[in-house]
């Protein structure tokens, strides 16, 4: 079993501030996945990383894949009471499935 | 919205009955996976399909079985219920190996009482 470790497990900030939360693991990973997921529903892919070292923006999300391919962190610059809900991250070994981790609540409060 | 749906949304079972969980996508995706999520334990994976007829075990595959007849259907069963296998079930599919992402149907909450 790949273990990838989340944290913080809950997070909770006021609308505006800023945040990481971070994925780690003893494993090396082909590939890293952020997913949030919202109540009631299933996880929604987020970024896919890759390459060591690699970093990715998708507004005001930062994701960064460590250099041995081993941890990850998201970054939310400026948090909006939209950006609530489980972030998780997921890796992938040399075969096709995923690993995820147990994940990151997070709260804005407005 | 990417075309998969699960059914039941939601069911309530007593211990010892066969509980059936239906995926069905329309995105003719090759691979299906079945997951639970568990305070605490996150999503695992109990199998997963690479084809029609085509599947294999996950970490949880104890006390499940799955069937894949058509590419577009993926059925869970658990064969005899047990209060230990009250979860949220997750379908995902995925178009591939690699960097593939997969995306997740909105889960059923199954309770065995």
């Known amino acids: 079993t790949q273990l990838l470790e989340q944290s913080p497990q809950f997070l909770s900030i006021q609308e505006g501030e800023n945040l990481t939360v971070y994925c780690n693991s003893s494993?090396?990973?082909?590939?890293l996945q952020w997913y949030r997921q919202e109540p009631g529903e299933g996880p929604v892919l987020l970024v896919t990383v890759v390459t060591g070292g690699e970093v990715k923006k998708l507004k005001r999300l930062t994701f960064q894949f460590g250099d041995a391919r081993k941890d990850s962190s998201l970054h939310i610059t400026a948090a909006q009471p939209g950006d609530t809900g489980l972030y998780l991250c997921?890796?992938?070994?040399?075969?096709?499935?995923?690993?995820f981790g147990t994940g990151t609540r997070l709260t804005v409060i407005p | 919205d990417a075309g998969i749906t699960q059914s039941p949304r939601h069911k309530v079972t007593e211990t010892g009955t066969p509980v059936t969980l239906r995926c069905h996508q329309t995105?003719?995706?090759?691979?299906m996976y079945w997951y639970r999520q568990d305070p605490g334990h996150g999503l695992r994976l109990i199998h997963y399909?690479?084809?029609?007829?085509?599947?294999d075990k996950g970490e949880v595959s104890d006390g499940y079985s799955v069937s894949r007849s058509k590419t577009e259907d993926f059925l869970l069963t658990l064969e005899s219920a047990t209060s230990s296998q009250t979860s949220v079930y997750f379908c995902?599919?995925?178009?591939?190996?690699?960097?593939?992402?997969?995306?997740f149907g909105s889960g059923t909450r199954l309770t065995v009482v």
């Open positions: 997921a890796g992938k070994t040399g075969a096709n499935n995923l690993f």
């Open positions: 399909s690479y084809g029609v007829k085509d599947t």
């Open positions: 995105e003719n995706h090759r691979y």
């Open positions: 494993s090396v990973f082909s590939s």
């Open positions: 995902a599919i995925s178009a591939g190996a690699g960097i593939s992402g997969y995306t």
